[in-house]
C-alpha cells in the first residue's frame, strides 16, 4: 500500500513550457517534504523541500506547492528545459528525521526540444 | 573531490556468496543510509546509521548487516546472498537536518 503516490508514471512536455510534477501522500502527520531528481546511472539529487508551515517554496525555476487538505503536492518547472529529463522522486517524512522518508515511485519527464 | 562514492558500481554474484557493498563520504556527515530501489517500489531503507558505531534497522534489513567504524565509511554486506536482493544499492549520507546526499549506486545481480 503505497503511502506516497506519484500516479504520472511519465510525462512529456515541450521545451519552454510548464511542467507540473504530483505527488499525493496518506499521513496527514508528514511535515516534510521534498523532491528529488534522478538521471541515468546517478544517484538522486535533491531538488527542492517544502514544510508544512508552508504553501510554496520556490528556487529559480522550480516551486514546490503543498496543498495539506488535499494531501497533495506538486513540483512546477517553468520554463522547462532538456537538461531537466529526468526521473523526479517525491519523498515525505518528518522534519530532522530523514530515516522515517517514504518515496514516491517517480515521474519520468522528458522535455523535448 | 569532496562526495559520496559508492563501489562497485556494478557486481554479479551467485547465490549463497557473500557481498559487500562500500560507501564512503567525505563530508563529515553524521548520518549514513543504505536503500535499495526496485521495481514498483520506492526506495526502501535497509539501514541507517546516526554516528560511528550507532547503526539501526529500516524498512527492509533482513538478509544485510552493516558496520560503522569510522564516520565516513558504511559497508553493506549480504551475508548469503538470495535471488531477491538483485537490486539497486544506493548509499547517503547527510547532515543534521539536511537533505540526503546520494552516492551513484551499485547494481547488484545474484544469480
Known amino acids: 500500500d503505497q503511502q506516497v503516490k506519484q500516479n504520472s508514471p511519465s510525462l512529456s512536455v515541450q521545451e519552454g513550457r510548464i511542467s507540473i510534477l504530483n505527488c499525493d501522500y496518506t499521513?496527514?502527520?508528514?511535515?516534510?517534504f521534498l523532491w528529488y531528481k534522478k538521471y541515468p546511472a546517478e544517484g538522486p539529487t535533491f531538488l527542492i523541500s517544502?514544510?508544512?508551515i508552508k504553501d510554496k517554496n520556490e528556487d529559480g525555476r522550480f516551486t514546490v506547492f503543498l496543498n495539506k487538505s488535499a494531501k497533495h503536492l506538486s513540483l512546477h518547472i517553468v520554463p522547462s528545459q532538456p537538461g531537466d529529463s529526468a526521473v523526479y522522486f517525491c519523498a515525505e517524512g518528518y522534519a530532522g528525521n530523514n530515516r522515517k522518508l517514504i518515496w514516491g515511485l517517480g515521474t519520468s519527464l522528458a522535455v523535448n526540444p | 573531490d569532496a562526495g559520496i562514492t559508492q563501489s562497485p558500481r556494478y557486481k554479479i554474484t551467485e547465490t549463497g556468496r557473500q557481498v559487500t557493498l562500500m560507501c564512503h563520504q567525505t563530508?563529515?556527515?553524521?548520518?549514513m543510509f543504505w536503500y535499495r530501489q526496485d521495481l514498483g517500489h520506492g526506495l526502501r531503507l535497509i539501514y541507517y546509521s546516526a554516528a560511528a558505531d550507532i547503526t539501526d534497522k529500516g524498512e527492509v534489513p533482513d538478509g544485510y548487516v552493516v558496520s560503522r567504524s569510522k564516520t565516513e565509511n558504511f559497508p553493506l554486506t549480504l551475508e548469503s546472498a538470495t535471488r531477491s536482493q538483485t537490486s539497486v544499492y544506493f548509499c547517503?549520507?547527510?547532515?543534521?537536518?539536511?537533505?540526503?546526499?546520494f552516492g551513484n549506486g551499485t547494481r547488484l545481480t545474484v544469480t
Open positions: 517544502i514544510s508544512s
Open positions: 499521513n496527514s502527520m508528514f511535515d516534510y
Open positions: 563530508w563529515s556527515h553524521s548520518y
Open positions: 547517503a549520507s547527510s547532515a543534521i537536518n539536511s537533505p540526503l546526499h
